[in-house]
Nanobody, 126 residues
Framework: QVQLVESGGGLVQVGDSLRLSCVASGGTFNRYNMGWFRQAPGQEREFVAVIGWGGASIDYTDSVKGRFIISRDNAKNTVYLQMNSLKPEDTAVYYC???????????????????WGQGTQVTVSS
């Protein structure tokens, strides 16, 4: 069983930065593709970013390209989401998720991810 715990959310102003962290336990982290998703109030959960287990394969949703950076530290079983130039529309609960397919791939679909964290709230105030 894989457990994922996110941290780093909070209340910030427009233009500020935050770094989210997600620590994994109970599995073979360096063989998991890791994704970040978010869900705003009244909206469906949406893809934000994904990183393959080797760290070289990365994808972002268009709205965060150039502002967010996903990275991972396999020695620490941790995936990060550096969020810069935050906007009010980035306000959401952010979830990390693990794709444990044992194939290095990057997927935007939620159904590829077997394990999810509990989420961390990010609020961007104008």
């Amino acid at each position: 069983q894989v457990q994922l715990v996110e941290s780093g959310g909070g209340l910030v102003q427009v233009g500020d930065s935050l770094r989210l962290s997600c620590v994994a336990s109970g599995g073979t982290f360096n063989r998991y593709n890791m994704g970040w998703f978010r869900q705003a109030p009244g909206q469906e959960r949406e893809f934000v970013a994904v990183i393959g287990w080797g760290g070289a394969s990365i994808d972002y949703t268009d709205s965060v390209k150039g502002r967010f950076i996903i990275s991972r530290d396999n020695a620490k079983n941790t995936v990060y989401l550096q969020m810069n130039s935050l906007k009010p529309e980035d306000t959401a609960v952010y979830y990390c998720a693990a794709d444990v397919s044992w194939i290095e791939r990057i997927s935007r679909t939620q159904y590829a991810y077997a394990y999810w964290g509990q989420g961390t709230q990010v609020t961007v105030s104008s």
